[in-house]
């Protein structure tokens, strides 16, 4: 039996995809490939309401390559920048600060939407920009982007934006947010493969990229450059922009809110189902994206759960690491999933509390 994947990706893929994935890899040195890859950059604007004058590049890497990129892209030598931490995704940003030198400022918070701005209040600019995981994947829970927006218009920094956990379930707008960078990626709401990356730029973000980005494969001139053609420095991941220009294509033509709604609809669905459940929902603040969950049944470890839905009934859902690994699981609302495979996980895990409370 194959399995079914509710996972904060790889996530599980439209039946296009699938097509368009067993098909050969064409050579993209040619004037239809950089066709292709004009029209998905307009596409991928459209969808994310990005301002006149906006840029999107496509990387070869995970989302990481695409956060990495936004660091050495918009720090330069001497300058801060400012994080907000909530999660192992914020916690990624500060990393890949450190490994670059960059000092961090960082807004350190548990479960705070940031609405009220507080946890911003601590930030002690200057910075050069704020980076923010739209959707702090790790815990499942989203921030109000009118907050930080409004920290980066008030100190003049750029607002970047890693909208990878929402972007397709939950509406993200880069004018609405006054997003200056959207770090998005191919294999979560996106349900395509790993390996593809892509930072949308606004007109001002384009104006800051520094001189001399500290990496020679993520340099984002180059990108946009070669992208102003249709081309990449590099070989790009082919198969995989394939994939994209077909989805976003499809995604234009149906509209974006139908997936947001299906997302909400699955969502809504699974919270409603595990009501009765020894589950509580984590966050208050939660995307349409994902559920995350903690476990209150006590001797009824999140890990074991995990490990008996998908031995015992092909259904994938992720653990979390680190110290909530025994406490917390995911759940995720993305890609091709139907209202039939979340009544199943509903049902799989009734059935596991049943049995675990018997056994004892
Ligand atoms: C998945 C994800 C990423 C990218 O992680 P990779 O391991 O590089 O795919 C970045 N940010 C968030 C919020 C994510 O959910």
């Not at 947001?260 to 349409?288: C, D, T, V, W």
């Not at 995990?306 to 690491?321: C, I, S, T, W, Y």
């Amino acid at each position: 039996m194959s399995k079914i994947l509710f996972t904060p990706g790889p996530v599980m893929m439209f039946p296009e995809t699938l097509r368009s994935a067993a098909t050969q890899i064409p050579y993209s040195r040619t004037a239809a490939f950089s066709e292709l890859v004009l029209r998905a950059e307009a596409a991928l604007l459209r969808l994310v309401c990005a301002p006149q004058g906006s840029r999107a590049v496509f990387l070869t890497g995970s989302g990481t390559a695409a956060m990495e990129t936004s660091v050495i892209s918009f720090i330069d030598a001497g300058a801060s920048a400012a994080v907000v931490n909530g999660g192992a995704f914020g916690q990624r940003f500060s990393d890949i600060c450190a490994r670059h030198g960059v000092p961090v400022q960082e807004a350190s918070v548990d479960r705070d939407p940031l609405t009220d701005g507080k946890a911003l209040k601590e930030l002690r600019p200057p910075v050069s920009a704020l980076f923010i995981n739209a959707h702090e994947t790790s815990v499942g829970h989203v921030y109000d982007l009118q907050a930080t927006a409004r920290f980066c218009l008030e100190h003049d920094c750029l607002h970047v934006v890693d909208a990878i956990g929402l972007f397709v379930t939950d509406r993200i707008e880069m004018t609405a947010s006054k997003i200056d960078v959207l770090i998005l990626s191919s294999n979560k709401g996106l349900a395509l493969a790993p390996g593809l990356s892509m930072l949308v730029l606004s007109p001002k973000a384009q104006t800051r990229i520094v001189a001399q980005p500290r990496s020679y494969y993520l340099d984002l001139r180059g990108m946009l450059s070669d992208g102003a053609r249709g081309q990449t420095p590099f070989t790009p991941a082919i198969g995989v922009i394939l994939q994209l220009a077909e989805r976003l294509s499809g995604l234009l033509t149906a509209g974006l809110d139908r997936s947001i709604e299906h997302a909400r609809g699955l969502a809504g669905q699974f919270r409603a189902g595990i009501e009765r459940l020894p589950l509580k929902l984590y966050s208050r603040h939660m995307p349409n994206a994902m559920t995350a969950v903690e476990v209150t049944e006590p001797g009824l470890p999140a890990r074991t759960i995990v490990d008996r839905l998908d031995a015992e009934h092909g259904l994938v859902v992720a653990p979390n690491g680190g110290k909530l690994e025994a406490k917390m699981f995911r759940v995720a609302h993305m890609g091709n999933l139907t209202t039939g495979d979340v009544a199943s996980l509903v049902n799989a895990l009734t059935q596991i509390f049943q049995n675990g409370s018997r056994s004892r």
